[in-house]
């Protein structure tokens, strides 16, 4: 038993080192001289308690929402939690659609709170996801100051294609990616289309810093006009930051 909670542990400091990047089985398994079948079912029990993620059945592994919640993210942002909860509540019920609350924490946007909506086909999100490839994270990423962001672009590089499909229909995605960041900040909310689901998300602020983001999915097909959408969100992200303006 000690042996699997020494290898487990190891998986998890390994997927630590880069936790933006996602890594096949094969290559955990190899780098810590595991054997497969051993490091496969570890995965597999760790992946079912939140502590490891994919994006996508066969993809490789991403360290999972849990290990951000025992590290005390969830208790630093619980005052952000308790004054945003009812609008976030308020505008999943709205629009009955899932509605998040996020924040960026290790270059992830992770969600400190979701709705579930009464639906039987539900747009659901991970609990903790690279910042370039979610709309709550990028929303996030817009509003940092010119010095953060300028740091924090340096320190992630380009997202990849899959992250950020659209800055590379331009040969020049690094200057893309600037523009598309920019014009998030100008418009006060970002959109992230998707094959099936699209994702809206407005920045939320603490303290004159950007301090999370709400967020709403939704299938595409449920879509009949994206400004209903984002009056609902601007709305209730105003008023999230209107109690966030006057605590002390």
């Not at 025992?70 to 308790?82: D, F």
């Not at 097909?221 to 999230?240: M, S, W």
Request: hydrophobic share 40%; with cysteine; glycine share 6%.
């Amino acid at each position: 038993m000690i042996l699997v909670l020494d290898k487990a542990l190891r998986i998890l400091e390994f997927l630590g080192e880069n936790p933006r990047k996602p890594v096949p089985m094969s290559e955990i398994a190899d780098t810590l001289s595991l054997d497969r079948g051993t490091c496969a079912h570890i995965l597999k029990s760790l992946s079912a308690r939140g502590f490891v993620q994919q994006e996508a059945p066969r993809s490789g592994y991403q360290l999972g929402y849990k290990i951000y919640h025992i590290t005390g993210h969830y208790v630093e942002n619980a005052e952000l939690t308790s004054i945003a909860r009812r609008d976030v509540d308020a505008l999943g019920a709205e629009l009955n659609e899932t509605a998040i609350l996020a924040v960026a924490r290790n270059d992830m946007r992770v969600v400190l709170y979701d709705t579930v909506p009464e639906r039987r086909l539900l747009a659901r999100t991970d609990m903790a996801r690279p910042i370039y490839a979610a709309c709550a994270g990028r929303v996030i990423m817009a509003n940092y100051t010119s010095a953060h962001l300028e740091k924090c672009l340096i320190r992630l590089g380009l997202p990849s294609r899959k992250e950020w499909p659209e800055i590379y229909l331009s040969e020049h995605p690094e200057q893309e990616l600037v523009n598309a960041l920019a014009q998030i900040k100008q418009r006060g909310y970002a959109i992230q289309y998707d094959h099936e689901i699209t994702g809206f998300a407005a920045p939320l602020f603490m303290g004159g810093h950007v301090k999370g983001s709400l967020g709403t999915y939704l299938p595409n097909d449920r879509i009949t006009d994206e400004k209903v959408i984002i009056n609902a969100l601007l709305r209730h992200a105003d008023e999230i930051n209107r109690k966030l303006s006057i605590v002390k």
